[in-house]
């Protein structure tokens, strides 16, 4: 599992089942670049910076009854994470490797054929992963979960309290 703290920031039910509590959660969005040596020097540090959103709001299941004001660790499969990332960046890069080849056998003078249909190969990889994971949205490998509850909220506002 990939785990992640948030914040709890309300409880409320779902609209199409109202058996699920559900947890809007803020996670502050961090990068590896927070603990290189080099990211002084770095330009995806500076671009990292420039994001004008650092935290991503979300809900999850409520399965431990967090409220709102407890530190969470939320957690996702890794089998998802990576079958996602296959999804998203492998299979569009391979079949515009393939449209390449493909247009190259048609034509192997004029270059033509090769940016063409490794254009639609790429174009179709990247439709074909928004379509499936459309499809996905609510598989269970691909969703969050609260599976820790790291400070309860009277001990967030007491360690708050102390540091003021």
Same mark, same amino acid.
């Given at each position: 599992?990939?785990?992640?703290r ?13 058996? $699920? ?7 502050q ?7 290189c ?10 671009? $990292? ?31 998802g994470? &990576? ?12 079949? &515009? ?6 247009g ?8 033509t ?10 174009? $179709?990889?990247f ?19 609260? $599976?820790?509850i ?15």
């Amino acid at each position: 599992m990939i785990e992640e703290r948030a914040l709890v920031l309300e409880n409320r039910f779902d609209e199409c089942n109202f058996d $699920t509590q559900l947890a809007r959660v803020k996670v502050q969005r961090t990068s590896a670049c927070e603990s290189c040596s080099l990211k002084s020097g770095c330009g995806q540090s500076t671009l $990292t910076k420039l994001s004008s959103n650092q935290c991503l709001e979300l809900d999850v299941e409520n399965t431990l009854n967090a409220k709102p004001g407890d530190d969470v660790i939320i957690a996702i499969p890794e089998a998802g994470l &990576m079958s996602a990332s296959i999804r998203v960046y492998l299979i569009p890069l391979v079949l &515009m490797v393939l449209g390449a080849i493909l247009g190259s056998v048609i034509d192997p003078v004029n270059d033509t054929w090769t940016i063409v249909l490794s254009c639609i190969g790429i174009v $179709t990889g990247f439709a074909w992963a928004r379509f499936s994971s459309q499809k996905q949205t609510f598989d269970p490998k691909f969703l969050p979960k609260i $599976t820790k509850i790291s400070h309860p909220a009277s001990v967030v506002t007491i360690q708050n309290s102390l540091k003021n």
